[in-house]
């Protein structure tokens, strides 16, 4: 299932300034999926006896991480001490061979108990996982506890491991692995597959969003706000004409958190369906839709509002509230604060990406880019043509992964 060997490669990488090799590490997207798997599933995952128990198991992986949702990262896996193997891989990003189609995920299976043998097998359902059907196999043994990752990874001091591999399919990448639930009884070990063009922090500090979200912050007509009396009112006029005043393309929502008198904390923002990929832009016809949780909203998630700009109000009801619970005062930008977040599942999107946030006295303003807007930056020909030549010298054993 993998190869060996000593392969020198020279990666011709441009980018838009030259930076040390590991810079883009903490924010990749792979980091985050692989830390939020859940350290509880170890239990599970390693005594997993039937297709049932496999196919619970997977999809906690898969809720966990939303593996389709990057195009940087295209599996995430978990080992276990005794060759127990469990991951999920999106098709749209990779070009496995066992992809029949760009909209599939695979799920991946190395479980003897269930199997029979210690092969390595694949499933294009959950369904089929629980009837143990309508599979594929690699006809050979899996020795998990063998894989290059996860021996680098029980071996190394550090929690955090990257790995630099070149995958049988042809691609250069990274693995990033997890060992804060590794002990003497599961031995897991977690996993996920980074693809070396994602983009790095240099490509999003690019973007406008820092200027605009410190100016807003900065605003006098937010601290009046604030201050006032009406806050919901004043606060959603805020937002609103902040964002679309502004002579940008960069920036798809602006919000502000305040603590408030809720456990969940309020929050006031806007967005533009022109350039969001938000699931409320599906209920109306309005370009910029008000989102607000405050101690008046109906749930617990987001209430998302039409805000008339002939009469300077906002609908008296909401047109669509998310099912999801929203508490403001734990998403990562209001957490960290100031910069770039960690990357994160977007709510009511499908999407994994990161927000710009400035702390203020009375909260945090945060901003999120549109997807357009890290294309151009990372990805255009002007970037490439204005950048530099970063050539990067690997030598590495190269592996197949999974």
């Known amino acids: 299932m993998y190869k060996t060997g000593a392969t020198t490669l020279m990666l011709a990488v441009l980018v838009g300034l030259t930076l040390e090799y590991d810079e883009c590490l903490d924010g990749s997207v792979a980091r985050y999926s692989a830390l939020s798997i859940p350290n509880s599933i170890a239990a599970a995952a390693y005594d997993a006896a039937t297709g049932d128990n496999v196919a619970d198991v997977l999809a906690l992986i898969e809720t966990s991480i939303s593996p389709v949702t990057s195009p940087y990262m295209w599996s995430v896996y978990v080992g276990l001490g005794n060759d127990n193997f469990y991951g999920v891989a999106s098709c749209t990003y990779s070009s496995l061979a066992s992809c029949e189609s760009d909209d599939d995920l695979l799920y991946y299976v190395r479980n003897e108990v269930v199997h029979g043998d210690g092969h390595f097998y694949w499933y294009y359902s959950l369904a089929d996982v629980r009837n143990v059907e309508n599979y594929g196999s690699t006809g050979s043994d899996f020795v998990t506890t063998e894989r290059p990752w996860y021996t680098e990874a029980v071996a190394n001091e550090e929690t955090e491991v990257w790995h630099t ?30 693809l070396v063009s994602e983009p790095c922090d240099f490509c999003i500090e690019a973007l406008d969003l820092p200027a605009i979200t410190i100016s807003a912050a900065r ?184």
């Open 165 to 194: 591999f070149l995958f049988l399919t042809g691609t250069i990448g990274r693995a990033f692995t997890d060992r804060s639930a590794y002990d003497g009884t599961y031995g897991m070990i977690k996993a996920a597959d980074q």
């Open 219 to 402: 605003d006098e007509g937010l601290h009046t706000a604030m201050g006032s009396t009406t806050l919901r009112e004043d606060m959603v006029k805020f937002v609103y004409y902040y964002l679309t005043a502004l002579p940008h393309h960069d920036t798809t929502a602006l919000f502000v958190a305040t603590p408030g008198a809720a456990e969940r904390g309020y929050i006031y923002g806007v967005f533009d369906c022109k350039t969001s990929l938000n699931s409320a832009c599906y209920s109306t016809s309005y370009r910029y839709p008000v989102y607000v949780v405050d101690g008046s909203t109906e749930g617990n998630g987001l209430n998302f509002f039409e805000f008339d700009e002939s009469t300077n109000t906002l609908a008296a009801t909401p047109f669509a509230v998310s099912d999801n619970e929203y508490n403001s005062t734990s998403r990562p930008w209001y957490v960290q604060g100031n910069g770039w977040s960690a990357p994160y599942t977007y709510s009511n999107q499908a999407i994994t990406a990161r927000s710009y946030a400035k702390t203020f006295r009375g909260g945090v303003v945060g901003t999120d880019p549109t997807p357009l807007a890290i294309t151009q930056a990372c990805f255009s020909p002007s970037a490439a043509l204005t950048g530099s030549l970063l050539v990067v010298t690997v030598s590495l054993l190269a592996h197949m992964v999974l």
